[in-house]
């Protein structure tokens, strides 16, 4: 054994022992309501972010399919050499009508969509202000860019980002940076007021807004439709990974001239293949659905309440929140990982606890999510499962 594999041994020892390591779950038929695992054990998914039940759609499976057939297996180049298609400036023009933006840029995960957006706007004359639940693609996209200088305000503290953007004035830009709907808690940013702030302190907001597209808003078009200030967003990024289908892929929707500028320098755009040409096809279809049946989201909200009544019916506290996302807090990671185990093995109902580093120590969480597909009978299964492992 190598230095490097005793090194890796003796971490992952720590993990096994402290009841923190992480296992995957390998399913051997598609997500949905229901799956399999490979060793045959069917489950209930509640913890997928296939919100509007769509990454098994025929609808969604067959225009993949037929891009493939059409485009071939790969792209085989980024963008700019000989990488763009058809069906990325269809998605994108289609994405960027849907959010609110007159034009958008594809990327294969919006973990590259934000490093591109933050990196390309954060420059060395930018404050970057981020509130301190931002998702990790977020964080990780602020530690990459050049920016003259970091404030993490408190969450959803707009206070205290007044007073942050009143000292960052000198600077030549100040980038406000938010998730839409904050991944682990499942609560909603403030929109209204931070565009109101930005607009006062002439400050650029930028909204992720990977949990709200599909999900909040009548008809699905994001956490700012959802809070009256559609179209007023300057960036706005998300993934084509959960409710749009669930492949893979993300974007950058913003002014034309502001996705002209990041085409020509964000450099994960620049150095990294196109986003496959399937999944483009996959997404456009997705969209089109979600635009031909808005009942959908209509189902999908009545899916959560269900599910955080029932659990509060059940003595248990979910997180409150207007979206998909119903958190419980645990506490311990051990034990969040316990009960997820539990409810697996025992209960054939597959949540994944989440603990550190994915949310901060002592706040593990059981984070469950609800999606359109689930009939009712399904979310009461759910309740009862997550009522028998977890502490009231
Ligand atoms: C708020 C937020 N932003 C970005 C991402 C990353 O998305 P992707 O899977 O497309 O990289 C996620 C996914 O977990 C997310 O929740």
């Excluded at 931002?134 to 964080?139: F, T």
Aim: glycine share 10%.
């Amino acid at each position: 054994m190598s230095a490097l594999d005793e090194d890796a041994a003796a971490a992952l020892a720590a993990m096994s022992v402290a009841g923190t390591r992480k296992t995957f779950n390998v399913l051997a038929a598609p997500t949905g309501v229901r799956t399999r695992l490979a060793d045959g054990r069917e489950l209930i998914v509640a913890c997928s972010n296939d919100y509007l039940g769509m990454a098994n759609d025929p609808a969604v499976v067959a225009a993949g399919v037929a891009g493939l057939r059409q485009y071939g297996a790969g792209t085989a180049s980024v963008r700019f050499i000989c990488g763009t298609f058809v069906p990325h400036v269809d998605l994108e023009r289609d994405l960027a009508d849907f959010v609110g933006t007159s034009a958008a840029l594809s990327f294969v995960s919006c973990w590259d969509a934000n490093a591109a957006a933050i990196t390309v706007l954060a420059d060395s004359n930018t404050i970057v202000l981020s509130d301190e639940l931002n998702h990790a693609s977020i964080v990780d996209a602020i530690r990459l860019s050049r920016a003259a200088g970091k404030v993490v305000y408190p969450h959803s503290d707009l206070a205290a980002l007044e007073k942050a953007l009143q000292g960052s004035l000198a600077a030549a830009r100040r980038l406000v940076v938010t998730d839409g709907v904050f991944s682990m808690e499942g609560d909603l940013a403030r929109l209204p007021e931070l565009v109101e702030l930005c607009r006062r302190y002439d400050a650029v907001l930028l909204v992720d807004d990977s949990h709200g597209v599909g999900v909040m808003g009548a008809e699905g078009r994001g956490t700012a439709s959802a809070l009256g200030v559609h179209g007023e967003i300057d960036v706005i990024t998300g993934t084509l990974g959960k409710a749009l289908g669930g492949a893979a892929g993300g974007f950058v929707a913003a002014s034309e001239s502001v996705i002209a500028l990041m085409s020509q320098l964000a450099r994960p755009g620049l150095f990294s293949n196109a986003l496959p040409v399937t999944v483009a096809c996959s997404a456009r279809a997705a969209l089109s659905l979600l635009r031909s049946e808005p009942g959908r989201v209509t189902r999908l909200h009545e899916v959560a309440d269900r599910l955080r009544t029932g659990l509060q019916t059940a003595g248990l506290r979910p997180l409150p929140s207007a979206s998909a996302i119903v958190p419980v807090i645990v506490g311990e990671t051990a034990t969040a990982i316990r009960m997820s185990q539990t409810l697996r093995d025992v209960h054939g109902v597959l949540v994944t606890g989440f603990g550190h580093p994915v949310v901060p120590e002592g706040t593990a969480r059981l984070r469950l999510q609800a999606s359109s597909a689930f009939a009712d009978d399904d979310v009461d299964a759910v309740v009862r499962a997550v009522a028998n492992v977890a502490p009231r």
